[in-house]
Each structure stands twice: as C-alpha cells, then as structure tokens.
C-alpha cells in the first residue's frame, strides 16, 4: 500500500510543477483509500495511479478529467473493434509508447545540479533512480533513504574543523601542538 501512494504522491507532485497547479496529497489519498475499500466489496481490483498514462495525457496537452473518460471511450472502442490487430503487437512495442512519455517525467536539470552542488546528493540521486528501475519502488526508495541516512551520519561523524591559530611552545599551559 506505501507503494502506491508514495508513487501516486510522487506522480501528482510531478504532474502539478509541469502545470502550474497546487498538489492536495490528502485529498488524492482520501479519495484512493476510499475507492479500494468501498471497491472491496465487489471484488474490484485496487486504484492505483498510473505513470505512464498520466504521462501520455500530459504530453499530449490533456489539461482536465474529462481526458480521462475520452481516453476510456477510446480503449473500449479498441478492445471492442481493433483487438485482432493489436492481437501480435509484441509487448515491447507497447512498453515503447510508454518509455517515451515516461521520459519527459525525468528531471535531467536537476541531476545536473546536483552534480555541480554537491557530489555525494547527485549519488544518492543516480542509486536511487537505478534502484527503483532494477529492483522496484519501495526497495529502490529504501536504498535511497539509507544510502542519505548514510551520508547525513558520515557528515555529522567527521564535522568540518579550522585551525585557528597556533600556541607557541614556550606558553606554560597551553604549549605545545
């Protein structure tokens, strides 16, 4: 369940910096939570969002819900009439028309930022996106977070010190290095 919501958190705050509008995570969870426990009881299968079509319709200028139920109209009108000759469509195909407008939800600018900002947050950055690729979302976050908690502990262990001045070795108290 964390999955879901922390990818449809993440996939909400996405899609609301590239339009411009305010992200209302309760409202998003609330209305998920209740659309699986109410779908509970008529063994419906559970509500999750969905990158790669809130990708495909964000790229393709989709600026309401109503976008939503056109594209519902449109994959019923598919299934219905054109299943034969989607029947062979290997699923790499498929799986292409999705990559391409996942990437767009990728933030090249900001890797580059990190890198120039600081070296160490920019790994944390790469592990974690390639985490999240090979071994899925919530082990691949989990590493991201340890692999920062680690950091943040390495910092807090070997703080940043000066050298200020230096006493002499004739001061009878303080003398010496």
């Not at 989607?86 to 699923?91: M, V």
Request: proline residues 4%; aromatic residues 10%; hydrophobic residues 50%.
């Amino acid at each position: 369940m964390f999955d879901r919501a922390f990818s449809l958190f993440l996939l909400t705050d996405n899609d609301a910096r590239t339009t411009g509008t305010e992200v209302k995570a309760n409202q998003d969870l609330v209305a998920i939570g209740l659309s699986n426990a109410v779908g509970s009881f008529f063994n419906a299968y559970p509500v999750a969002g969905s990158f790669g079509r809130t990708a495909v319709s964000s790229r393709s200028g989709a600026r309401s819900t109503l976008s939503g139920a056109i594209t519902a109209c449109f994959i019923f009108f598919v299934l219905l009439v054109m299943m034969p000759v989607f029947e062979f469509l290997p699923y790499c195909a498929l799986a292409c028309i999705i990559e391409v407008a996942v990437v767009g939800l990728i933030d090249f600018h900001g890797l580059k930022t990190a890198w120039r900002v600081s070296k160490p947050e920019f790994t944390v950055s790469v592990v974690t996106f390639v985490a999240v690729l090979g071994l899925g979302i919530e082990l691949g976050v989990l590493i991201g977070a340890g692999i920062s908690l680690a950091i943040v502990l390495r910092r807090a262990a070997t703080p940043n010190t000066a050298t200020l001045g230096k006493v002499p070795d004739n001061v009878p108290k303080y003398g010496g290095t």
